[in-house]
């Protein structure tokens, strides 16, 4: 099959993350215009510079307003802001697909360091393997489940749901599941916080862990699922399979090893660079994007560096009382705040809220098969290797969130799906905006279901009284 000549180039097999997959497909993003959700960018300069500093205040001062009624009904404030991006929808964004890619791994990186920060090691040690297990199987598992499920039910058209002769091609949805296969670590911390008495301290630990850990896993995994798939695919199945997993061994460690060097560079700096609590700031950025960046650069995986480099951080000895991590994780409170509601409006801001509507239905039927199906089905599989019971299995499960990190997979899935071997290429514009629309309702639909009934869950399984104070 010769592909038409809008298609973008091939994403590597073996991606290095976000930034690196998004780098070889720059090229062809401005010949798949009106293919994707994605409204077209413009030049920053067509906008005057006051009129776009009035603009932002208001944005910004909107999503507060919007995060404390999300706060008060019990959603999400990160889905308020999503919605509300989505409801002031322009015409036209001026934020292109690598804005949206840089700002949100840069949320990440700091977003995982401060995780760390708040990680008492000890809170760890009795479920790390289990963490690493589920972090691992638990994302396989569930993609390839929703990936069937989403075969069954979707069709090649958005807003068609046609068993039998008419189904997506099972290629196109592996894709979309491998898109959310990982749970999101801004989404799920962004709940627990406003739910830390109510979950028992080494469960809420294990949920966060398994979030900060099985990023690698879920971008991996849409790179097999792309390697496998690929029209230009030149290695046989077996070998883009043991590259892949050379390549996700190769990311785990060197994303360990990186995450406990940088973390001596912060001690180092806690104690002798840093005078005054006023330069916290400085340094918390500084160790959390060179935590994230020089994995990245060295082949290994940023989200377990950052994490890890806050979580040794933070149990290292200091000899400053005012200087300590604890401090560090203060200041960067707001920070984090800051950059996760921006890089959740972007995503608001970016996408065609008219082009969404034919993938509601398949949207929430998507949505409804990971929630009841895959994600629980995957955590009780791994229930053997599980120190917790049953009761808290299931609330791990239903902590599963997805967030910033499936909408970003999406832009690498939208840029892969013409490249799907055996695909007929005048299926491929409803393919795309299907695929793209059903992976936003998902994100949608899991934040504000989850959302709203984790509390009462939480009370169902009884699991708030044996919350108790952390050690």
């Excluded at 413009?42 to 603009?55: E, N």
């Excluded at 969404?356 to 949505?367: K, T």
């Excluded at 690498?412 to 936003?440: C, W």
Aim: net charge neutral; charged share 10%; with cysteine.
């Amino acid at each position: 099959m010769t592909p038409p000549d809008w298609v973008p180039p091939l994403y590597p097999p073996l991606p290095i993350g976000l930034h690196g997959w998004l780098a070889t497909a720059e090229a062809g993003l401005s010949h798949s215009t009106g293919m994707s959700l994605l409204r077209p960018a413009i030049a920053p300069s067509v906008v005057p510079l006051p009129l776009m500093m009035v603009t932002v205040g208001g944005i910004f001062l909107g999503t507060l307003a919007i995060s404390r009624f999300s706060l008060k009904i019990g959603v999400p404030a990160i889905l308020g802001v999503l919605l509300f991006g989505l409801l002031i929808n322009p015409s036209v964004t001026l934020f292109s697909q690598e804005t949206i890619l840089r700002l949100q791994a840069l949320s990440l990186s700091i977003l995982l360091f401060n995780a760390g920060l708040e990680t008492d090691i000890r809170s760890i040690r009795g479920f790390l393997e289990y963490g690493i297990i589920l972090a691992v199987g638990g994302v396989i598992l569930s993609s390839l489940l929703l990936g069937v499920i989403i075969w069954a039910v979707a069709s090649p058209d958005a807003g068609g749901l046609e068993l039998g002769f008419q189904q997506m091609p099972l290629a196109v949805a592996m894709l979309i599941a491998a898109c959310l296969g990982s749970t999101d670590a801004g989404a799920t911390m962004n709940v627990l916080q406003s739910l830390q008495k109510a979950i028992p301290p080494k469960l809420a630990a294990l949920v966060q862990f398994e979030s900060a850990v099985n990023d690698p896993t879920g971008i991996l995994f849409l790179g097999l699922v792309i390697g496998l798939t690929s029209v230009d695919g030149g290695s046989s199945g077996h070998a883009v399979v043991l590259e892949q997993l050379q390549t996700f061994l190769q990311k785990i460690g060197s994303g360990l090893l990186i995450g406990v060097c940088v973390s001596y560079i912060g001690r180092f700096s806690l104690n002798r660079l840093v005078r005054d609590p006023s330069q916290l700031l400085i340094l918390g950025i500084s160790i959390g994007l060179i935590s994230y960046g020089l994995a990245e650069l060295l082949g290994g995986s940023g989200f377990i560096s950052a994490y890890v480099a806050g979580l040794v951080l933070s149990n290292l000895p200091y000899s400053n009382e005012r200087i300590t991590p604890q401090a560090l994780q203060q200041t960067l409170l707001p920070f984090n705040t800051m950059t996760e509601i921006t890089v959740f409006l972007i995503f608001g801001l970016s996408v065609h809220p008219r082009a969404l509507l034919p993938s509601v239905p398949e949207g929430i039927i998507v949505a409804i098969a990971m929630m009841l199906v895959a994600r629980p089905v995957s955590v009780l599989l791994l229930q053997r290797f599980s120190p917790f019971d049953r009761r808290e299995s299931l609330l791990v499960s239903w902590c599963g969130l997805r967030g910033a990190v499936p909408l970003a997979l999406s832009f690498v899935m939208v840029e892969a799906i013409p490249r799907v071997r055996g695909i007929d290429p005048a299926s491929v514009p409803s393919l795309v905006r299907n695929a793209g629309g059903i992976v936003f309702c998902v994100v949608v639909i899991n934040l504000l279901v989850q959302g709203l009934t984790l509390p009462r869950v939480i009370r169902w399984l009884r699991l708030g009284e044996a919350a108790p104070s952390a050690p």
